[in-house]
């Protein structure tokens, strides 16, 4: 719902559908951004090691749980790493804790990825077991191999992993996560209504110019890696279609600032500060603010069969300057933005 000044955005309060927080103190840092704007957030089972057992994800879900700051009411959903080795009966113990997802990250494709799949087909007993108990399969969707091209990457996982997968099961239901090519949306837009797929605000703003523009810009860095302009406009498109197979998830994947500004600079966008006023700027360049409510705050839990949230954000049109740099543990993190102006802020 837009004001008739359109100075003023109330909407049902968003879930974030993708994200990284890390342990410890790193975790302790990151979790109050997410916490003041979400009401939910999928969180990701990248750690090192990886979250694969129901008693590990049960123990992570306290520890965010913990940091979580007084007064905020916030709700980690957790999600497993799948293995080679994930047994079914791990499934079955997932679903029991209230894990709502799985997350394929095909071995070696981004952070910590190194426990991950080698080959899809090492997983069909776990994967009958996802489908089975309805859980939801998230899908890191990039090729390994290292003649495909980084930029290629995503389009030859559908080709040659999505859609063999999806012939040998059909009614997984499956989240294409951080979609962001042209042949991604458009599969997701073909695919039934067991496929869906998250957008993250860096893939909706910025085009692969972003990493290059007057030098090397590390923060711009994530997997994947912002596309051609083509695939940002074919972006932006699904996510202001309405159609509910396209939803928030952010992707905010912290790194200390000097793993990042760094000969091999860590891949991943800090988004969570300013996340759901990014989404609001996107939204409102392709003249589709109305547009945002359905996909921030009601598609994404549609989708994963969890009640829609009842209470309500409400963003100002108001100009601030996201902080150069926060605390991050012991270390600093630079915020995507960071020192720039946002014309939109959550009140
Ligand atoms: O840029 C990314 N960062 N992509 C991923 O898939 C992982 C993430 C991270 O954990 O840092
Ligand atoms: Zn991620």
Not at 199 to 223: D, E, K
Not at 332 to 339: N, S, Y
Request: contains cysteine.
């Amino acid at each position: 719902m837009t004001s008739s000044a359109q100075n003023t955005l109330v909407l049902t309060r968003p879930d974030d559908w993708h994200l990284h927080v890390r342990d410890g103190a790193a975790m302790a840092a990151v979790v109050p951004a997410t916490a003041r704007q979400f009401a939910r957030a999928i969180v990701m089972p990248n750690l090192r090691p990886p979250v694969m057992t129901a008693e590990q994800a049960s123990g992570y879900r306290d520890r965010i749980r913990a940091v979580v700051p007084a007064g905020a009411r916030f709700e980690p959903l957790m999600v497993l790493y799948l293995t080679d080795n994930t047994p079914a009966d791990e499934v079955v113990r997932a679903k029991a804790m209230g894990a709502v997802a799985f997350k394929l990250y095909p071995a070696g494709a981004t952070t910590n990825s190194d426990a991950g799949v080698t080959d899809l087909r090492k997983t069909y007993k776990a994967l009958e077991a996802i489908q089975r108990e309805g859980l939801v399969l998230c899908v890191h969707g990039e090729v390994t191999d290292g003649d495909v091209d980084v930029f290629d990457r995503e389009k030859a996982f559908i080709d040659d992993k999505l859609i063999p997968l999806r012939r040998d099961f059909p009614e997984l239901k499956i989240v294409f996560e951080h979609i962001t090519t042209q042949e991604a949306a458009q599969y997701v837009n073909e695919s039934d209504r067991f496929v869906g797929a998250t957008i993250t605000p860096q893939h909706l703003l910025y085009n692969r110019n972003a990493i290059f523009m007057g030098g090397v810009r590390p923060h711009y860095y994530c997997l994947p890696i912002l596309k051609r302009e083509v695939h940002r406009l074919a972006l932006v498109q699904a996510a202001i279609s309405g159609d509910a197979k396209f939803f928030l998830g952010t992707d905010s994947a912290p790194h200390a600032s000097q793993l990042k500004e760094n000969a091999s600079g860590c891949a991943g966008c800090y988004t969570a500060p300013c996340a759901i006023e990014l989404y609001a700027e996107a939204f409102e360049a392709a003249g589709a603010l109305d547009k945002l409510e359905g996909f921030a705050s009601f598609y994404g839990a549609d989708f994963y069969g969890l009640p829609r949230n009842t209470d309500q954000i409400t963003l100002v049109r108001e100009d601030w300057t996201v902080p150069e740099s926060l605390p991050f543990g012991e270390a600093e993190i630079k915020p995507l933005r960071g020192g720039e102006v946002l014309h939109w802020r959550l009140r």
